[in-house]
């Protein structure tokens, strides 16, 4: 049974930074991708960020530069480093196993103007 539970998320003003965290289990997670979503009010979920099994990583336009997807296969962990964070990125944050519907609680993200 997959689990993901993700953590991190938080109130930052606007230029701020967090880092999110997913911890997984319940899956062989060095061979698996990875990714991050959100879903803001009144809004459809979003592809975020991407990493491939081998550590490759993907962006949408909209974070390039500002986020950075990452992984430790030794925890079982994936990351989202999100800096210069915008009132528009404030949205429920959510980690997935790519290619499934394995998906964690969500973790809030607000930035504040």
């Known amino acids: 049974q997959v689990q993901l539970v993700e953590s991190g998320g938080g109130l930052v003003q606007a230029g701020g930074s967090l880092r999110l965290s997913c911890a997984a289990s319940?899956?062989?997670?060095?061979?698996?991708?990875m990714g991050w979503y959100r879903q803001a009010p009144g809004k459809q979920r979003e592809r975020v960020a991407t990493?491939?099994?081998?550590?490759?990583?993907n962006y949408t336009d909209s974070v390039k530069g500002r986020f950075t997807i990452s992984r430790d296969n030794a925890k079982n962990t994936v990351y989202l480093q999100m800096n210069s964070l915008k009132p528009e990125d404030t949205a429920v944050y959510y980690c997935?196993?790519?290619?499934?519907?394995?998906w964690g609680q969500g973790t809030q993200v607000t930035v504040s103007s």
């Open positions: 997935n196993v790519l290619g499934t519907l394995s």
């Open positions: 319940g899956i062989t997670f060095r061979l698996r991708a």
């Open positions: 990493i491939t099994s081998a550590g490759s990583p």
